[in-house]
């Protein structure tokens, strides 16, 4: 698959420096050329000889050498490339990629390239968490980026989290999938939910939640990726559809009630992703309720359970549940999978950094009717629909379930 292949590296100035030199090695062994950019702080880790030793080119580091048969580098590097992957990616190279920075060579090129771009982060976990840090992902995310999530364990320093730079492994694999997208979900039909209902008080007022659909968004365009033909229920969002996906757009929850079961009996997969309001005003105002000196007490009546309701009614469908909670997360998450008759549950607490709602990332536990608990590290939602279609996956395959997967 990598064979023929060309690969820009962007190596810049972090301890994990040394671990491109596997990268590359990898992909040279699977009959790709490789030409590598080196920041004048990767140089203080890994010298240039190292690199070119294992890809047969000379290094590329300086924006104004002109090598012997180049005439533009940062242009033909940049024309030349199937996929350029920057490994590792310390702060300030996402700072200057997030802001559109051109102050060096690997900066200058990647700016020029219309090829996919690849980052793989490596960096103190404390850095990692930094909201710049975070924010720069995400911008990078939104404006075509792929990002390898990092490792979780021990760190060079002694701290302990995400920060550490994926083993070369899973970059590799994730190298291979963007070449070859699977298509595992075929010939699926898959029901994904959305977003924050909203209650209406009167014409101008509504009852809702703080779900902003990321999540949602996310399995549903992956699924879409993957194959599967999906429909996407979703409550008011500010997120674009993604291409290929059927979208139903509902605003209250008896509204994705009925259209989540009129779909219901022709879907193999639910994944009820949405936050779905417990409750909506008895009586909603035909006319704006005016603001007057006494307080304004709203009666409300209880929503239909919709995943309880999919639950009682389920044949040969898959279903999951999300759960979003503040306190005892594993003990209401598996209170709610036995009460709902879900094949598996995804629970977060919404109090933990990187996990709240609107946030690009997330930080999971997946459950199964088992009592079976696996904890996720912290990742981007984009990364975390395609480990929760993972296990949808295994599931369907009548696999077990082993978290130390």
């Given at each position: ?105 690997l900066t200058t090129a990647v700016l020029a390239m219309v090829c996919p771009v690849l980052i793989c982060p490596a960096m103190n976990v404390y850095m990692y968490r930094n909201r710049a840090v975070q924010d720069?992902?995400s911008r990078l995310r939104r404006i075509g980026f792929k990002v390898v999530e990092p490792a979780v364990g021990r760190q060079a320093c002694g701290d302990e989290g995400p920060g550490r730079l994926a083993d ?233 379930i082993d978290a130390a997967d």
């Amino acid at each position: 698959m990598l064979a023929g292949k060309y690969f820009v590296i962007g190596v810049t100035g972090g301890i994990a420096a040394y671990r491109a030199l596997d990268l590359v090695s990898g992909l040279v062994k699977a009959g790709a050329e490789v030409h590598v950019i080196m920041t004048a702080g990767a140089q203080q880790f890994v010298k240039p000889l190292a690199f070119e030793a294992i890809s047969g080119h000379r290094v590329h580091f300086d924006t104004f050498e002109t090598p012997p048969g180049w005439r533009y580098p940062h242009l033909e590097l940049a024309r030349r490339a199937d996929m350029a992957l920057i490994v590792p990616a310390t702060a300030n190279i996402l700072a200057k990629l997030a802001c559109g920075l051109a102050d060096d060579l690997l900066t200058t090129a990647v700016l020029a390239m219309v090829c996919p771009v690849l980052i793989c982060p490596a960096m103190n976990v404390y850095m990692y968490r930094n909201r710049a840090v975070q924010d720069n992902l995400s911008r990078l995310r939104r404006i075509g980026f792929k990002v390898v999530e990092p490792a979780v364990g021990r760190q060079a320093c002694g701290d302990e989290g995400p920060g550490r730079l994926a083993d070369v492994a899973v970059i590799l694999e994730q190298i291979r999938m963007m070449f070859e997208p699977k298509k595992d979900l075929l010939p699926s039909t898959v029901l994904v939910t959305a977003g924050g209902t909203r209650e209406p008080i009167d014409p101008v007022r509504y009852i809702s939640n703080r779900s902003s659909g990321k999540m949602g968004y996310a399995l549903a365009e992956t699924a879409a990726n993957r194959g599967a033909e999906v429909y996407l229920v979703s409550a008011p969002t500010r997120l674009a559809v993604p291409a290929g996906v059927h979208i139903i757009n509902v605003e209250t929850a008896r509204q994705m009630y009925r259209a989540v079961m009129e779909l219901y009996p022709r879907v193999d997969v639910v994944i009820k992703a949405a936050a779905v309001a417990d409750y909506r005003p008895r009586v909603a105002a035909e006319q704006k309720i005016k603001k007057n000196d006494d307080d304004l007490v709203l009666e409300l009546e209880k929503n239909p359970d919709i995943l309880m309701e999919l639950g009682k009614q389920k044949k040969h469908q898959l279903l999951v549940g999300f759960a979003a909670e503040t306190e005892d997360l594993i003990k209401h998450a598996q209170a709610k999978i036995n009460k709902k008759n879900l094949d598996m549950l995804v629970a977060n607490d919404v109090t933990r950094p990187g996990a709240g709602f609107g946030s690009d990332t997330n930080v999971v536990n997946i459950l199964y009717p088992d009592g079976t608990v696996e904890p996720l590290p912290l990742m981007d939602k984009l990364t975390l629909s395609e480990v929760i279609w993972d296990k949808v996956q295994q599931l369907k395959a009548g696999k077990k379930i082993d978290a130390a997967d």
